[in-house]
Structure formats: C-alpha cells, structure tokens
C-alpha cells in the first residue's frame, strides 16, 4: 500500500511539491464536447497553472493526475481536467475552473475554502463506481473504482473520473482520501493543532469581536447583569479547573441559597444551572439528570437530595418551578438523526451524467420524478415536523415563562443536546439581545460551547461512531432560520450568515465545534499543563468572521433590514426614527394578563374558538389545560402587531415551516433562477437604504459611520449584472438554469434511422 | 332615471353600548347591504350637471350598522393593518396603531334603515359586506377584504354554537336562529359575519319584516336568494354607470381594448411586424364568433384565401399571429409566434388552400415549429378538480392534520399543473427566442392554453409585457380578445366545462413574480385585484364568452348584428352601457390608494422596455435549415414531413402525438444548440429581456397570499419592512428635508407614486 500515513518531513515534502508544481505544467483543460463537435470552441483549450494553496502547518498526503472532474455546466456536461490532492486537512481539486471566476462576483470568496474544496471532516460518504455499479468505499480496497463520488456534509456533489489516471496514482488518492476520511481518528491528530502550531504569530484576536466566549467569571457575571437575574442566582467558580466535573463550564450559576458541597455530590448532575433571565424575573434552568441506579438505597439518596434541591428552588424569591423532562415526550436523537439522514437524501443530487455515464440514468431520472412527489417526499422525511415540533416547545415554554410567571427547569440526561437546542431557540425568541450577531454568537457560546454539547461526536468528526452522529446543532440552525425566514426585520444577521455557520461546523482551523466540552479543549491546548515548553496554543475561533471572509463579503452576512432598538433618549434622532418607533417599538401588553383571560372576547364565540381550537389542537398532544394556555398565548400573540424588540414567536402552522433554500438548494444548480430571488430586490433594498442614510445624515448633519459599510454592500450587488437566486453560494458554481430540452433527431433531418444512428453514437462519445 | 326601491339592511339591533374592552375598540362596523339589477339608465350624451351624484345613485342600497364579531375585533384591526394588503413589497401604514380610528363603528350605533322593498326582488349585484371604517370611499364598492359579490358566494353556512351549522341553499329554512353566518368565498376569502342580540330577538323569526326592519334570518336569506338567483352573467351595471359618470367627460379606456381595427394596427407598429397586416375578414364575426373582430394575418395572404384556409381549422380559429418579432441574444431577429385551432380533418381541401394554411403557418419563415399545446398540460377537468380540491385544502376549517399539510397540497396537483405549464411556457420561449423561426401553438379550441402559453412566453421573453400597462394589454389580447371563454370556464353558465384556466395562468404568473422580483412593474396586489376582479360583475370583460357577445351587449355594432346575424336576437340597444368600460378601468373598485399599490416597488427600472428597442431585420439570425418543419412534443423537437396533415398521412394532431415518451433526462440542452455557444453560456447573460423561470419541486410555491387567505395565520400577516416600506420613509424624509431647508430640491429618486400615471398614461 502506498497509502499516506507517514509523512518524512513536512517541510522538505512541501519543497518537493512546490517544485513539482513549479516543473508541472498542468494538464490541459479540454472541455468535453460530448455530442456537438461543431461547437468545439478553441478558447477553451487553455493552458492554466493552478498551484495549491497550503495553510500554514498543512500537509500534502497524496495527489492523481489527469483526473477528470464532471461539471454540470447548462446541462451541457463536460469534465475538466486536473490535479486531485489529498491534504490532511482538504481534498482539492486543482484545475482551470477558475476562469470566469475573475469577476466582482467572486467577493463572496472563501479564504480559507475554495470552491473545489472539501475539508476532510465535510466529507459523507464516499462511493467509487465500478463497472457501472455504484459502491460505498470504505476500508481496504481490492480493487479500485473508475470513479469516486463524494458526497459533503455541507451538500455538495463532487463526480472525478479517474479512468485516465495512473493506475498507481489512483490506488494512492482513493486510499487515501478513504483512509483519511474515513477511518477513526485520534483527537490529537486534528488538523486544528497542526494548523494553531503553525500558525501561531499570525493569530490575532479581533478587537472588534464582542462575543463573549463565557469562559470567565466575568463573562458569567456581565449576563447575570445583563438579563438582571443577578438577585436570585450567582455565578460560581467551584468547578475552576474541572475538579467536580468535567462536562460543566469552569464556571456557571446556579441559585444562590445553593450550597456549593450540592455541587459537587453528584459530579454536577442533579443541580439546577442557569441559563437565562426573563425580563419579569422568571429564569429558565437546566439540569441533568442523576445516574439511573438500581439500588434502593442509592436511589432513596438520590431522591432525598433532589428534594432538598427543590426545596430551595421552590421557595421565594422563585417562582414555582415547572419541569420539562425532554428526555421523555419530546424528540429523541434517533428521530432527529433517521429524519435527517433521509431529508438530506432528497438534495444530494448527482450532476447530470447520462451521456457520459449512462448507467448512471438511475439516479439522474430519480431526480426528475421527485418534482412531482417533491411535498410528500419532503413530508416522508418529517425533518420539517421536527422543527415544527421544537419551535412549539419553544413556544410553550415562553409561554410558562413569560405569561405564567412560572420558572422552567429543562431536564435532560447529560443537558447537552435537546437541552442547548430549546433553551437558546427560547432565548432567540424571548431576549432580542440573541438576536443581534453578537448576541447570538454568545448565545452559542453560552448554551453550546460551554453548555458541552458534543460536538466532535455529535458531528463524528472523530468518525469514532456513526450512531452518536446526530444534526442537533444544525436542527438549532434550522429552527433559528424559519425565525429569520418570518421575521427578518428583527435579526441582526442573515440567513446567509446561518449558511456560512452551519459551513464551518467542518472547518478544522476553528476550536469552536470540534470539542465535546471546554475540559476537553481546554486540556489539549495546554491551558491546563504548564510544564510545557511552549505556551498554549491560540484556537481561532469561529466567530472570527475574517478569517474566512473579506470585510465586503462580511456585509452579505448582515441585515440591512435589521432596525436598532430605537435609542429614544436621543432628542434629535428621535424625529428619523419615528416611524420605526412606531412601528416596530408597540409596547408589548399581552403576556401581562392573567393566561385565563386570553384573546377571545367572549365565551359565546363558539365558532372561532371551535374554528382555531380544531387547527391548534392537532399541534398539541399534552394535557387540554396546557393547550389552552398554548393556544391562547399563540393566538394573542399572533393577532397584535410584531414588536421586533420583544417577544418574537414564530408561525408553526402546516404551511409555514419551509425548507431552508439557501443551505439545501445553493449546490443544485438546476435549483437556480437567474436574475431572481431574494437578491434581485436586495440590490434596490440597499440602494434605498443608503438614500434613507444620506438623507437622515443631510438632515442630522452627523456623521454615519455605517455609511461605509452600506455603500460597500451596494456597490457588491451593482457590479454583478443578474445574480441568481442562490447568491451568494451559486456563483461560485456559475451555473445557469436553462430550459432542457431534449431534442431527440434534432440534427437528423426527419430520418429515423439517422435519429437512432445519432443514439449510438452518444455512448460511443461518451467514452472518449 | 329614479332607480327602483331595493336594496336592504340588516342586523335589527347594533350595540349600543360602549365598548366592553379594549380590544372591541377595534370592532368592525358593517354594513350589510343588498342591491338589485337596475334596468339601466340611460346615460346623457353629455353628462352635466343632470346627472346625480354618484352617492344619488345608491339608495339602491341600504345601510344598516352592525357590530360584528367577524373574527375577534382584536384580529380584525390586525388584519387589516398587515393582511391581504400587505405583501411582500407593499405597506400600508399601521392603522391599527391610530388611537383615533378606534371608535368610528359607533357612529351607526342604533340607526335602523327600513328596507321597504320586496326581497324576492333581489336580484344582482352586491351584498357588500362594507366596512364603515373605510366607507368614506363609496366610490370603491368592492374594494375592501369585506366586499363579496353575489357571484363570488360559493357557499353559505349558518352557524350557532359550537356544533350547529346549517348549509344554506335557496328554498331551505333556517333552523335556528344563526349566531353567525359564514360566507365562503370563491376566491378563497371566508367571511363570517356575527350578530350580536339582534340576530336573536323574537320578532326576528317573522317571516314578514316588522316595521320594515329586517332582522338577520332574514338578511341571511335574502343572500341566499339573491345568490341563486344571480348569475355571473348578469353585469350590474348601477355602480359601473354611477362611476363612468363620476368620471364623466370622454374617457378613454386605459388600455386598448382592440375592438377597433386602429388598435390592432397601433398594436402591430408597435410590436415592429412588418410582414403582417390586420385582416377585416371576421369584422361582422361570419368567420369564427370566438375570433376578434381583427386580427393579424401575414402581409401577403388574401383574404380570400384566409377565410377559405380557416375552415380547415376547428371552430375556424386559423392561425393568428399573437406576437411578431423576438430579439435573439445578439443578432436582431424577428421570429413570430402564432396560435391556432386543430386542424379540422373531415375537410377536404385542395392544392390552393393547403398552400395557404402552409403559407400562413409559415408566416414567412423556413423554419416552422408547431407546438402540440395539450401535450403535457393538463385537461380542462383536471383543472378544475384540482381548484376544488385546493379550495377545500384552503379552507381554514379543513381538516388536514399539520403534519400532513404538505402531501395534501401535493394531492392536490394543482401545482403540478403550475408546473408543467411553466415548464412548457419557458420551452416554448427558447423556441422563439432563438432562431427566425415561426411557432405555432395549436390547440383544438384555441381557446384554453394556447392563451395560456402564449401569454406567459410573452411574459417571458418580452419585458415590454412584464410592465403595468404591456401586461393589462397582454390579457386583454390573448384572453379577453382572443376569445377565453371566461363565463363558462368560471362556472358562470352552469355548464359542465367550469375550469379556471385564467387563475391558473394568474398562479404561474405570481410563480414568475416570486421567482424574479425585480423583472415585473407590477405587484401582486394587482395580481390579487384580478384574481378577485373575475367574479366582479361590474364590467363585461369577463362576463362573456367570445368577442362577439361581450360587444353585442355593449351594443357597438348593432347595425352589424342586425344585418348579417339576423339569427340572433336583436340586442337591446337601450340595455347597452356603451361606455367601453373593462375590467382595467380599476378605480371602479379600487381606490387611488389601492391602485397605487399595484405598482411594484422593486421593479428595476433597468428592465424597462425603453431600453430595448426593437430591432427588426432577421437578416443576422442564424438561419434554419431550408423548410424544416418540427413538431414539439413532450419537451422534444422531431421533425415533420409536412406541416398539414391532409396530404399523404393522417393527421398530425388527430393522431395523438403521445407516441413520444419525455426523455427521462435531457442528452443535451435546446437552449446550447440554438445559440451554438454550449461551453460559454455561463458567462454570459440570457438574452436580453428572456427570463428563465425554475420549476423544480422545491420552488413552485402555493400562493399563500391568495389561497390562504381565509386563514387567521396569513391574515395576522407577516409584517416585514419592506422596500416600499424604505420607500414611503423615503419620501418622509425628503419632505422633512424639503421643509427644512426648502432651496436644496432632493432628488426625486422615488417614484412618482400618482395613480394617474402608473394607470391612465396609455399610449
């Protein structure tokens, strides 16, 4: 086996590749006329020098030659030719793809991952094709496919053909793409510690990142203040350097009268932690739950403690206190993962190869048929009733929260999966803090980074256990994006801004998602060792926006729709903003009345309630009282206008859960409408909000300083003549949609044999 | 001139007490009222100061107030400030925050306006559900969400209490006194009307009106009466007439309505066809009663050989040119799109005529392809299942489980049908598009989808058309004129072929609108304004079935029908409004506010059609090969032999042309082979002005704005600040700045937002 797994010196290899590139002159790049020799077009016989762009620390593995990329281009298929190489951190393709891409278009770049990148913990599933037979690659192989299909966990479909490859070449990229995808890995040996050990001076923090990591007390401390829940809760620091636990923070908060000996008793579990503060003082708490013991001694204990727990947290100042047991009655990670698994199916969409590979029709056809089943399809999945349903706890228990004044204890066997994905998706919807970007990065910082959601399991990038991985934190993302999708005046960020997050869950230079908890990360950056000769490593973290972007392709990821909370101290910006005052700043008077005088004016409105009762009660499965409560709050809420600063509650009705477009749809680029979508009114949007600017700064005679940034953005959408729908990730594939039209004998002159000679000859082109 | 007595209020008693809460501050007064079919007045020639007052004209209705509780009031002041007229793109300002607004319903606390006519009378028109918070704009009768016309009532249910409902049908008897009466729109509106007490005094079960005041049994099935015995084609023509008269002075219609052959030939300058001229053949409508009275032929046919080569076509429907010149991406072209009827196999024609059908299809072009219309599309039948059953899905009380929501849509098939017929459009657009080329829709009746594709490939690959005015003319040409048998198809006469082939059309068109939203100049409010205008039998436009009724009503060519159709009965010249007045006249039901509504703020000015000047000569298109003659079929060009079927094989179209399987998948795009530049079409935009749309699953959407809007959920709306919302604080603040420092002038980047000119500034 010529596979990968020793590296000599990374630095005299990466002399010799470079080399190796400088000697090189790349393989031509012949369009692949499949059928039309009339439109041979000699520009595109270019001969292009691409070179590999290495992060610090990265190291080559192995490459192929001559590999045939398929590229679904108009439908017109063609392949390019190319260098594939295998990194241990990305698999890259190397050809001349990039010739169109010189344009204004491309600002949207990713500087760290490029177009024709995969990082290897994206990748899914690899298949290899054999004798025109499709088969997951997996293991040691004995023989090697003609061509390797990669489908990412971000979407993508990646075709190369490696029939005019090196034998030798072939067995080295396939088995070490699979080696290194594949199989089990060690924490260690991340590419994340290669890549912080390299580039170690280069790190800067950014100044203007306001995101509050919560790895200090005092980052606890700020947010008790901030959610004014400092009264009846205190941030402690018992758990500084993991003595009692180590899956809770360093630091967290708990009630106050708690005493800190509770804490440790049960290594954490069975303790009421902290998550948020309701502006009437009721808190959201989360706790995991104690062992399950079969002892009944153990168990009498354990009962006795816990009572002692509630005791102090039912007593005033608190509120009584209603648990949640998500464990139970609520979604399991095998639905989540099964509902996942299957929706995702429904995208990865191989590009259209029936003239070069026939055999592949399958697959090709399959796609055209699910336009007609596409809703049932999508419904089969139930992904989109899984969100439904976690936004419905959400809004239940922002309804206990915030009209039933009572506190909410979610309870979960670890508190760190469903746990994270309810408590922040209420907090998205009960602080608006959350909802402005640096709000939201510290929320999950705050429910997920230090909440210890697993995400290296949960993620499998350790490709340790296929079972543990489950889309928990993308579900999140998901639910967040409706709320966005329905409001977006009240988001700071865009769904673009989701897009490009839930991307760099498989970026492995970021410390932010590939840690199971802050001890585990803290323990392999050397925080904790400090014998070390080095000092410890400096992460990046993720939400260091310009690591990966330019300061213009940062402006997608922002709102222009976004209004401040208006500032009504300001005497003089007081006149501009009124209209968004009165707007979007009505107070918020619903919650305050008690939850049995709801929204319907009278009892004798019979129909109404029967009309509304019928539709509401088929979302709900609990007790009749609670969905009353539910409905009432749901109805009230929904029938006054939107205050963007307050409570924000999203519709869950049947056809108000929508498939996130952009993230599912952006790699298909059938899915494309040139010049269309949301973008094409984004272009007049910006350059109104800039007139809106310039007028209010005439008339304020201040000085803007967002001016800039607006006009940059605008000055982004100009350039480009007709955007499509999926701006701006479908550029990058610089497809167009157009009409396809097969035309059958369309060059034969009304011959019927002639049209069946034409059949033949397809195949015959396609193995050219 | 004094109108009959008629018309009728409702509702014995209204509230008089002062709002309980908070929230009925927000109650709605309504006013129900009933108006009969006026035989019509004449208009004076010159209509001065004789002519009464357009409120004059209305005590042909009744006013009477009533407290409602169509929905809790809280959510009517919701719906009101942010549902069905506030869309994507549009805004109207939060009334409901206006603390001033609130009691208005009071004022007509406790009137009680007799009614003093027969209720069997009723007949016609309206039982406008009127919100008297807005009903400073009589002039609008159907303008607000509130406004039914008879014709719209698609079902009446009574309803008291939680279980009892009573399905309300002409004849039958109430059987409890209704706490509520639910009106189910056939646009997909419901509405419910609540009685406080009134509704529910003793006398209200007298069958005979006390004291002239009629209590809600009785409104409730003065409706029902009144709906039975309306049909859609009946034109109410009182509020029409008041209104032209309103507006008096000569009018001109905002569109041309092409019922003059000057039309037609303005049209045809227009559109640059040099090699077409406009036939008089059908002017006394001897041809074909569907056909217009105009219409394009090429320049060289006779029209002799016209009226010989059209009864060679079903129902005489020859080919006609619907539009002339194309644009391709970089050579001036002019390929023509032509629709036309089956061809009528029975008939035997000779040489000549042969070669004159040949010829016209033709229309000068070597290259012909003829398009088998229902190929792919779906039958008149299943559309209509399809609405219906949509219908039911929409309903707010339907009974599908959320979770199910999204496969019952599917069942549905109705955007299955938006699909295929996109699909097909957006085909048929690179078609014509790009090469010389002369396509043919052809359609047995000519009359459903070739109307139906004809306009969306104009929508799509003539910008011209995508604007306020080009689209109006669009409807107006393919549908109203070319013969789109809009009564039958509504269901207006009762026969068996209902099918609303014009809303699906209005649906792939909002499907275009969602997708690029920067391409049209209209909104889809004005989508919605006709979506909803189709039953509002205030003008002829679609009240009739071919060209030929809708102008013997309106009596313009009497001297014509009485000689050459002396079959027919002599239309009552004395009934004729002779106004000319369409369905596009929209302030008969809109008001200046609405109307300003229907232009769509994030049009991009660039697409304007001033930018694209037509170039005409075809000389640099990439020419065809000789005489290719091609079917289009199941989204495949094949080659034909012949273009007519009478020659040597039997007919094209008689013959089905589903002997061709779709191609599961396409071996190649058409769209690469007609410009020839396969590998290079990414880096280069469309042709100028062709838009593509998509089709896939996932973006054929339902329009919810329209067919959910019975629904509580779309009507609470969701609010967003939109471009025109930006807009109108732009506006603010030019004025603010304009107050302030009165020299400087700001730029007027906002449109001139005057009804008058988005409307009336026809030609």
């Known amino acids: 086996m010529v596979a990968v797994t020793l590296v000599p010196d990374p630095v005299a290899l990466i002399k010799l590749h470079v080399d190796m590139l400088q000697n090189m002159i790349l393989s031509s790049v012949v369009s692949l006329l499949l059928v039309q020799e009339i439109h041979t077009n000699e520009k595109e016989v270019t001969e292009k020098e691409v070179t590999l762009h290495l992060l610090p620390g990265e190291q080559l593995l192995c490459e192929a030659n001559t590999v045939l990329k398929c590229v679904q281009e108009d439908s017109c298929q063609r392949g390019i030719y190319g260098r594939l190489?295998?990194?241990?951190?990305?698999?890259?393709?190397?050809?001349?793809?990039?010739?169109?891409?010189?344009?204004?278009?491309?600002?949207?770049?990713?500087?760290?991952?490029?177009?024709?990148?995969?990082?290897?913990?994206?990748?899914?599933?690899?298949?290899?094709?054999?004798?025109?037979?499709?088969?997951?690659?997996?293991?040691?192989?004995?023989?090697?496919?003609?061509?390797?299909?990669?489908?990412?966990?971000?979407?993508?479909?990646?075709?190369?053909?490696?029939?005019?490859?090196?034998?030798?070449?072939?067995?080295?990229?396939?088995?070490?793409?699979?080696?290194?995808?594949?199989?089990?890995?060690?924490?260690?040996?991340?590419?994340?510690?290669?890549?912080?050990?390299?580039?170690?001076?280069?790190?800067?923090?950014?100044?203007?990142?306001?995101?509050?990591?919560?790895?200090?007390?005092?980052?606890?401390?700020?947010?008790?203040?901030?959610?004014?829940?400092?009264?009846?809760f205190k941030a402690v620091s018992i758990n500084e350097g993991y003595r009692v636990c180590e899956r809770l923070p360093a630091y967290f908060v708990v009630p106050t009268p708690l005493p800190e000996e509770d804490v440790s008793r049960f290594q954490g579990h069975g303790i009421p932690i902290w998550c948020w503060s309701c502006h009437n003082g009721c808190a959201l708490l989360k706790m995991s739950a104690l062992p399950k013991e079969q002892d009944d001694g153990i168990l009498q204990v354990q009962k006795n403690f816990l009572d002692g727990i509630y005791k102090t947290i039912h007593r005033p100042p608190y509120e009584i206190v209603k648990t949640e047991d998500l464990s139970s009655n609520f979604l399991s990670l095998q639905e989540i993962q099964t509902a996942y698994s299957k929706f995702k199916q429904l995208f990865l969409i191989a590009p259209d190869f029936l003239t070069i590979f026939p055999f592949f029709s399958d697959n090709s056809t399959e796609f055209w048929d699910t336009d007609i089943k596409w809703f049932s399809l999508l419904e089969s999945s139930s992904w989109l009733d899984i969100i439904r349903r976690c936004l419905k706890k959400a809004i239940e228990i922002a309804e206990c929260l915030e009209a039933q004044n009572v506190n909410i204890l979610l309870l979960e066997e670890n508190a760190s999966d469903l746990c994270c994905?309810?408590?922040?998706?209420?907090?998205?919807?009960?602080?608006?803090?959350?909802?402005?970007?640096?709000?939201?990065?510290?929320?999950?910082?705050?429910?997920?980074?230090?909440?210890?959601?697993?995400?290296?399991?949960?993620?499998?990038?350790?490709?340790?256990?296929?079972?543990?991985?489950?889309?928990?934190?993308?579900?999140?993302?998901?639910?967040?994006?409706?709320?966005?999708?329905?409001?977006?005046?009240?988001?700071?960020?865009?769904?673009?801004?989701?897009?490009?997050?839930?991307?760099?869950?498989?970026?492995?230079?970021?410390?932010?998602?590939?840690?199971?908890?802050p001890h585990q990360k803290d323990g392999n950056v050397g925080r904790e060792s400090q014998d070390?000769?080095?000092?410890?490593?400096?992460?990046?973290?993720?939400?260091?926006?310009?690591?990966?972007?330019?300061?213009?392709?940062q402006t997608l990821l922002r709102n222009p729709l976004y209004v401040e909370k208006p500032k009504l101290d300001k005497g003089q910006r007081k006149g501009m903003h009124c209209k968004h005052q009165r707007q979007l700043s009505l107070p918020l008077t619903q919650s305050k009345s008690s939850p049995k005088r709801g929204f319907f004016r009278e009892e004798t409105d019979h129909l109404i309630k029967n009309l509304l009762g019928k539709r509401i009660s088929k979302l709900i499965n609990s007790s009749e009282e609670l969905q009353d409560n539910f409905r009432e709050f749901y109805e009230s809420?929904?029938?006054?206008?939107?205050?963007?600063?307050?409570?924000?509650?999203?519709?869950?009705?049947?056809?108000?859960?929508?498939?996130?477009?952009?993230?599912?749809?952006?790699?298909?680029?059938?899915?494309?409408?040139?010049?269309?979508?949301?973008?094409?009114?984004?272009?007049?949007?910006?350059?109104?909000?800039?007139?809106?600017?310039?007028?209010?700064?005439?008339?304020?005679?201040?000085?803007?300083?967002?001016?800039?940034?607006?006009?940059e953005a605008t000055s982004l959408l100009r350039n480009s003549v007709r955007l499509s729908s999926l701006f701006p990730f479908a550029l990058l594939q610089r497809h167009s949609s157009k009409p396809v039209l097969p035309t059958s004998g369309w060059k034969a002159l009304g011959d019927e044999e002639d049209l069946a000679k034409r059949e033949d000859e397809f195949v015959d082109l396609g193995d050219v | 001139m004094e109108p009959e007595k008629c018309g009728g209020g409702a509702g014995a008693r209204v509230s008089t007490s002062p709002p309980r809460r908070r929230s009925q501050r927000w109650g709605l007064k309504f006013i129900v009222s009933l108006s009969i079919n006026q035989p019509l007045p004449l208009v004076p020639a010159n209509p001065g100061p004789e002519l009464p007052a357009a409120t004059d004209l209305f005590p042909l209705r009744v006013y009477e107030a009533l407290w409602t509780k169509v929905c809790p009031g809280e959510r009517d002041a919701r719906a009101r400030e942010s549902s069905a007229w506030q869309l994507p793109g549009l805004w109207m300002p939060p009334r409901g925050a206006d603390p001033s607004m609130g009691p208005r319903g009071e004022e007509g606390a406790g009137t009680q306006i007799a009614w003093n006519s027969d209720?069997?009378?009723?007949?016609?028109?309206?039982?406008?559900?009127?919100?008297?918070?807005?009903?400073?704009?009589?002039?609008?009768?159907?303008?607000?969400?509130?406004?039914?016309?008879?014709?719209?009532?698609?079902?009446l249910e009574a309803v008291n209490g939680l279980s009892r409902v009573q399905l309300l049908r002409p004849g039958s008897l109430l059987k409890f006194i209704p706490e509520e009466i639910?009106?189910?729109?056939?646009?997909?509106?419901?509405?419910?009307?609540?009685?406080?007490?009134?509704?529910?005094?003793?006398?209200?079960?007298?069958?005979?009106?006390?004291?002239?005041?009629?209590?809600?049994?009785?409104?409730?099935?003065?409706?029902?009466?009144?709906?039975?015995?309306?049909?859609?084609?009946?034109?109410?023509?009182?509020?029409?007439?008041?209104?032209?008269?309103?507006?008096?002075?000569?009018?001109?219609?905002?569109?041309?309505?092409?019922?003059?052959?000057?039309?037609?030939?303005?049209?045809?300058?227009?559109?640059?066809?040099?090699?077409?001229?406009?036939?008089?053949?059908?002017?006394?409508?001897?041809?074909?009663?569907?056909?217009?009275?105009?219409?394009?032929?090429?320049?060289?046919?006779?029209?002799?050989?016209?009226?010989?080569?059209?009864?060679?076509?079903?129902?005489?429907?020859?080919?006609?040119?619907?539009?002339?010149?194309?644009?391709?991406?970089?050579?001036?072209?002019?390929?023509?799109?032509?629709?036309?009827?089956?061809?009528?196999?029975?008939?035997?024609?000779?040489?000549?005529?042969?070669?004159?059908?040949?010829?016209?299809?033709?229309?000068?072009?070597?290259?012909?392809?003829?398009?088998?219309?229902?190929?792919?599309?779906?039958?008149?039948?299943?559309?209509?299942?399809?609405?219906?059953?949509?219908?039911?899905?929409?309903?707010?009380?339907?009974?599908?489980?959320?979770?199910?929501?999204?496969?019952?849509?599917?069942?549905?098939?109705?955007?299955?049908?938006?699909?295929?017929?996109?699909?097909?459009?957006?085909?048929?657009?690179?078609?014509?598009?790009?090469?010389?080329?002369?396509?043919?829709?052809?359609?047995?009746?000519?009359?459903?989808?070739?109307?139906?594709?004809?306009?969306?490939?104009?929508?799509?690959?003539?910008?011209?058309?995508?604007?306020?005015?080009?689209?109006?003319?669009?409807?107006?040409?393919?549908?109203?004129a070319a013969g789109h048998p809009f009564l039958t198809r509504l269901g207006g006469t009762g026969a068996s072929e209902e099918a609303p082939v014009f809303l699906l059309f209005l649906d792939c068109v909002w499907q275009l609108l969602q997708q690029l939203p920067a391409e049209f100049?209209?909104?889809?409010?004005?989508?919605?304004?006709?979506?909803?205008?189709?039953?509002?039998?205030?003008?002829?436009?679609?009240?009739?079935?071919?060209?030929?009724?809708?102008?013997?009503?309106?009596?313009?060519?009497?001297?014509?029908?009485?000689?050459?159709?002396?079959?027919y009965s002599q239309p009552p010249a004395g009934n004729s409004i002779n106004l000319q007045l369409s369905v596009w006249d929209w302030n008969l039901r809109y008001s200046n506010e609405q109307i300003l509504l229907f232009h769509n703020p994030g049009y991009d000015p660039e697409h304007c059609p001033d930018s694209w000047l037509p170039r005409q000569q075809p000389s640099f298109m990439v020419p065809g090969p000789?005489?290719?003659?091609?079917?289009?079929?199941?989204?495949?060009?094949?080659?034909?032999?012949?273009?007519?079927?009478?020659?040597?094989?039997?007919?094209?179209?008689?013959?089905?042309?589903?002997?061709?399987?779709?191609?599961?998948?396409?071996?190649?795009?058409?769209?690469?082979?007609?410009?020839?530049?396969?590998?290079?079409?990414?880096?280069?935009?469309?042709?100028?002005?062709?838009?593509?749309?998509?089709?896939?699953?996932?973006?054929i959407r339902l329009w919810r704005r329209c067919y959910l809007r019975g629904r509580p959920e779309i009507q609470m709306g969701l609010s967003a600040p939109t471009i025109s919302d930006l807009q109108d604080e732009l506006a603010h603040l030019q004025e603010l700045l304009k107050k302030w420092t009165p020299r400087i002038s700001p730029e007027g980047h906002s449109k001139k937002r005057d009804p008058d000119t988005i409307l009336s500034q026809s030609r």
């Open chain 1, 85 to 232: 190489v295998c990194t241990d951190f990305k698999i890259a393709f190397l050809g001349d793809d990039e010739s169109a891409l010189d344009n204004d278009e491309t600002q949207f770049k990713n500087k760290v991952i490029g177009e024709n990148d995969i990082t290897l913990h994206c990748v899914d599933q690899i298949y290899g094709v054999f004798d025109e037979k499709k088969k997951t690659l997996f293991g040691q192989l004995k023989k090697y496919p003609e061509k390797l299909i990669i489908h990412c966990k971000d979407l993508r479909v990646f075709h190369f053909c490696l029939r005019y490859t090196k034998e030798e070449e072939v067995k080295r990229i396939v088995s070490g793409i699979i080696h290194h995808t594949q199989s089990p890995k060690l924490l260690k040996r991340l590419f994340l510690f290669s890549y912080a050990a390299a580039a170690q001076n280069s790190t800067a923090a950014d100044p203007k990142n306001h995101t509050v990591m919560f790895d200090t007390l005092k980052d606890w401390c700020w947010e008790l203040e901030r959610t004014k829940g400092n009264v009846k």
């Open chain 1, 421 to 517: 994905l309810i408590s922040s998706l209420v907090q998205v919807m009960m602080d608006p803090h959350c909802r402005t970007r640096f709000g939201f990065q510290s929320l999950v910082q705050k429910e997920w980074i230090m909440g210890g959601h697993c995400f290296l399991d949960r993620c499998n990038h350790l490709r340790q256990s296929d079972k543990e991985e489950v889309p928990v934190f993308l579900l999140f993302l998901d639910c967040v994006w409706q709320l966005v999708h329905q409001h977006p005046p009240a988001f700071e960020f865009t769904e673009t801004y989701l897009t490009v997050l839930s991307d760099s869950l498989y970026i492995p230079i970021f410390s932010t998602f590939f840690f199971n908890s």
């Open chain 1, 532 to 553: 070390t000769q080095s000092k410890p490593l400096n992460l990046l973290t993720v939400w260091d926006w310009s690591v990966q972007f330019e300061p213009k392709a």
């Open chain 1, 637 to 711: 809420w929904h029938s006054k206008p939107t205050n963007y600063h307050g409570l924000l509650l999203p519709h869950i009705e049947g056809p108000e859960i929508k498939v996130w477009a952009q993230r599912y749809l952006r790699w298909i680029p059938e899915a494309q409408i040139l010049g269309g979508g949301r973008v094409a009114t984004m272009n007049k949007l910006l350059e109104m909000m800039e007139e809106v600017q310039c007028l209010q700064e005439k008339i304020e005679e201040k000085h803007h300083s967002q001016e800039a940034l607006q006009a």
């Open chain 2, 119 to 155: 209720l069997h009378q009723l007949e016609g028109h309206l039982p406008a559900l009127w919100m008297a918070a807005e009903s400073g704009e009589m002039e609008t009768p159907l303008s607000s969400e509130y406004d039914f016309s008879l014709a719209n009532i698609g079902r």
């Open chain 2, 182 to 480: 639910l009106i189910h729109g056939r646009d997909f509106r419901l509405l419910r009307v609540g009685f406080e007490a009134g509704g529910l005094e003793p006398q209200a079960f007298q069958s005979e009106p006390k004291d002239g005041v009629f209590f809600l049994p009785q409104v409730t099935m003065a409706i029902v009466q009144a709906r039975a015995r309306s049909s859609q084609a009946q034109q109410y023509a009182g509020i029409t007439l008041s209104k032209a008269g309103w507006s008096s002075g000569s009018r001109k219609p905002p569109i041309p309505l092409l019922e003059t052959s000057e039309d037609w030939e303005t049209e045809r300058k227009k559109q640059g066809a040099r090699g077409w001229r406009v036939s008089t053949v059908n002017e006394r409508f001897d041809v074909a009663t569907s056909l217009p009275r105009y219409f394009w032929v090429p320049h060289r046919t006779l029209d002799s050989e016209i009226r010989k080569a059209f009864g060679h076509f079903h129902q005489g429907r020859g080919p006609v040119s619907v539009r002339v010149r194309r644009l391709s991406w970089h050579h001036p072209g002019g390929s023509d799109l032509l629709r036309c009827g089956g061809f009528y196999t029975a008939s035997d024609p000779n040489k000549e005529d042969i070669r004159a059908v040949e010829s016209m299809l033709q229309a000068g072009h070597s290259d012909v392809v003829l398009v088998d219309t229902v190929d792919e599309l779906p039958g008149l039948a299943d559309v209509q299942l399809a609405h219906l059953r949509l219908r039911a899905l929409c309903l707010p009380d339907s009974s599908v489980a959320e979770d199910k929501w999204l496969s019952a849509l599917e069942g549905t098939r109705w955007l299955d049908y938006v699909r295929s017929c996109l699909r097909k459009a957006s085909d048929i657009s690179v078609l014509v598009t790009s090469r010389v080329r002369s396509v043919v829709l052809q359609e047995r009746g000519d009359r459903d989808f070739n109307g139906l594709l004809s306009s969306l490939v104009q929508l799509l690959s003539a910008p011209e058309a995508r604007t306020l005015l080009g689209f109006q003319s669009l409807v107006q040409r393919e549908w109203v």
């Open chain 2, 521 to 567: 100049e209209f909104s889809e409010f004005f989508l919605l304004a006709l979506h909803d205008s189709v039953r509002v039998p205030d003008t002829l436009t679609f009240l009739r079935d071919t060209p030929w009724e809708r102008g013997k009503q309106s009596g313009q060519f009497n001297t014509y029908t009485q000689v050459y159709n002396a079959g």
């Open chain 2, 626 to 699: 000789p005489s290719s003659v091609w079917l289009f079929s199941r989204g495949a060009l094949t080659p034909l032999n012949q273009l007519c079927p009478w020659r040597d094989s039997p007919s094209l179209l008689a013959v089905s042309s589903r002997w061709l399987p779709r191609p599961a998948i396409s071996s190649e795009s058409l769209a690469d082979q007609e410009w020839g530049l396969p590998s290079h079409w990414g880096a280069c935009p469309l042709p100028p002005g062709l838009l593509l749309p998509g089709y896939l699953g996932p973006q």
